[in-house]
């Protein structure tokens, strides 16, 4: 059984809820982080080596640490929760049963960042999503760890939620922040970065759900500790959507040494095919990363273990090799076109 480091509470009855949640070590990384200044915390999560659960794995720290600090002009933390992915649904899942596991993330990340304002900016579809986040955000001004001077320790905090209206493109952070702007959700040109020159003009760092709620155990367990868990540069845990024709879909916490093959036939995880089919092909990171054939997937071109990490996963580039991707992890059997399965997602 791996280690969990975002959902071993899942299970808790009424861990929605703030009460429940604190009571089971819920914001104390929050009381912890008031008490360190902001470049230590930059450090902890520099050393933890978490890099960016949603999509391109860039490494969290570097990026909080390129972004600009000028005197007098505002910061902003932007959370990415526009999941629209095909195939992906961790941070839905995430934000549904743990949402102030994501709460307390964005607090630590923008104190980090001396962002006194935050915004999560959520798939349209996710309408109840909202509620939920919104519900959550009360309960933590409520109780003080939002608003004015939280804890005492004299600096403000504000989170709001803002949801998109559909647009796959909003995913990409630039075309996100447009569409939190209000104007029409499209990519800007790069530079200037959003670390620079993001949301309305100011430096802004824009993060997936999955990495900001990583913070947390950052912070409690210190950024030596996150890195002794997975391997190399594929450091912690990692959540993926697992769906398609399996025994066992859903949303699963892996430490990222387990094996592709594993992962797909391990009752912990998908359990298997249904009806003992063969495994024709995956796509193991959404739908924008290339689908690796049995032969490519179980093993890399040169006859090696491929694992469930950044590296085994992109192991021979895009000509025999993949990504990890946001995380959406589709098997397809021996009775599935690959054609007619990649018009469906188009």
């Not at 001077?149 to 922040?177: K, M």
């Not at 100011?202 to 759900?209: E, K, S």
């Not at 298997?272 to 924008?288: D, F, H, Q, T, V």
């Not at 009775?335 to 469906?344: K, L, M």
Request: aromatic fraction near 8%; hydrophobic fraction near 35%.
């Amino acid at each position: 059984m791996s280690k969990k480091l975002l959902l071993e509470k899942i299970n808790v009855e009424g861990i929605r809820g703030f009460d429940v949640y604190r009571r089971e070590g819920g914001y104390k990384s929050v009381e912890k982080a008031l008490k360190m200044s902001q470049n230590d915390i930059v450090e902890e999560v520099k050393k933890s080596g978490l890099r960016g659960r949603g999509g391109a794995g860039f490494p969290t720290g570097m990026k909080w640490s390129f972004l600009a600090k000028p005197e007098g002009v505002a910061r902003y933390l932007v959370c990415n929760a526009d999941e629209s992915e095909p195939g992906t649904f961790k941070d839905r899942y995430l934000m549904e049963f743990l949402p102030h596991l994501l709460i307390e993330g964005m607090i630590v990340s923008a104190f980090a960042l001396g962002s006194n304002v935050s915004y999560i900016y959520i798939r349209g579809e996710y309408d109840w999503i909202t509620d939920i986040l919104d519900n959550a955000i009360a309960e933590a001004k409520q109780n003080g760890f939002l608003g004015k001077n939280i804890l005492g320790s004299g600096f403000d905090a504000e989170i709001y939620t803002h949801r998109g209206a559909g647009a796959y493109i909003c995913g990409e952070e630039t075309a996100l922040l447009e569409s939190l702007e209000g104007k029409r959700g499209l990519p800007r040109i790069k530079p200037p970065f959003p670390a620079v020159k993001g949301l309305y003009g100011c430096p802004t760092v824009v993060n997936n759900v999955e990495t900001l709620a990583a913070i947390v155990p950052i912070i409690n367990e210190g950024g030596d500790a996150y890195a002794k868990i997975g391997v190399g540069k594929s450091t912690g845990t990692k959540l993926m959507s697992a769906c398609g024709n399996i025994n066992k879909p859903g949303v699963y916490e892996i430490d990222m040494t387990i094996s592709v093959e594993d992962f797909i036939y391990s009752d912990e995880y998908c359990g298997g095919i249904p009806n003992g089919k063969k495994l024709k092909a995956c796509i193991p990171g959404g739908s924008s990363v290339p689908i690796l054939p049995a032969n490519l997937l179980l093993k890399t071109a040169k006859g090696e273990t491929r694992l469930m990490n950044y590296e085994s996963l992109a192991d021979g580039g895009f000509a025999t090799g993949s990504m990890m991707g946001s995380g959406g992890f589709e098997v397809l059997d021996e009775d599935q076109c690959i054609v007619r399965h990649t018009w469906s997602l188009a």
